[in-house]
């Protein structure tokens, strides 16, 4: 898969959580703390963040609840 791919897959996930309303890509970009332009490179495939496709690796070998308890770990880190 390339990643590009997992972008726009997880681009369009966070669109159908938020009642299938669209989010722009400056919106999305924001919401991370990136410019607009890295973000859309990330969507087109121009850029390759070298981290994303091994974290995408390594959730991959996890059990689902593994999984769930992962990101939910890295997402309290964010909150401090």
């Known amino acids: ?47 390759k963040p070298q981290a994303a496709s091994i974290v995408m690796k390594m959730l991959g070998r996890l059990d689902d609840d593994e999984i769930i308890r992962t990101v939910r770990k890295i997402n309290k880190l964010e909150e401090v």
Do not use: C, P, V
């Not at 681009?11 to 990136?34: C, P, T, V």
């Open 1 to 47: 898969m390339k990643i590009n791919d997992l972008f726009n897959i997880l681009h369009n996930s966070l669109e159908y959580k938020n009642n299938g309303k669209k989010i722009s890509l400056k919106d999305m970009a924001n919401s991370f703390g990136i410019s607009m332009r890295t973000y859309q490179d990330w969507k087109l495939g121009r850029a």
